[in-house]
């Protein structure tokens, strides 16, 4: 599985973007997806997961209730709608892939759960 992020970019406080992760290969609608961020100086954290048929999501409480996580399967893309954007949401946002799992595997919310990483976007929030 091969992922590409877009949709970063810069906006103040309270707007809203949406991510995309773009993936090819042929099992990525059997992969578990999750989105990590780092902000400049600090390591990658956990932000969002959804599994394999998107029955199931999973969020960090920094972002509960103001960030989904959906995927188009047909697509092949996952998407991470941001809204109500606050200055410590300023990162580059990375989506990842755990490939081929079952359809009860846990969501995971850590680096070390996933198996294919994307290159990341840039969002930045200006207060």
């Known amino acids: 599985v091969q992922l590409q992020a877009s949709g970063g970019g810069s906006v103040q406080t309270g707007g809203s973007l949406r991510l995309s992760c773009a993936a090819s290969?042929?099992?990525?609608?059997?992969?578990?997806v999750a989105w990590f961020r780092q902000a400049p100086g600090k390591g990658r954290d956990f932000v969002a997961a959804i599994s394999r048929g998107g029955g199931r999501t999973s969020y960090s409480d920094s972002v509960k209730d103001r960030f989904t996580i959906s995927r188009h399967n047909d697509l092949n893309t996952v998407y991470l709608q941001m809204s109500g954007l606050k200055p410590e949401d300023t990162a580059v946002y990375y989506c990842?892939?755990?490939?081929?799992?079952?359809?009860?595997?846990?969501?995971?919310?850590?680096?070390?759960?996933?198996?294919?990483w994307g290159q990341g976007t840039l969002v930045t929030v200006s207060s």
């Open positions: 290969g042929r099992t990525f609608r059997e992969s578990n």
């Open positions: 990842a892939a755990r490939g081929r799992v079952i359809l009860t595997a846990p969501l995971e919310e850590v680096e070390a759960g996933y198996n294919y």
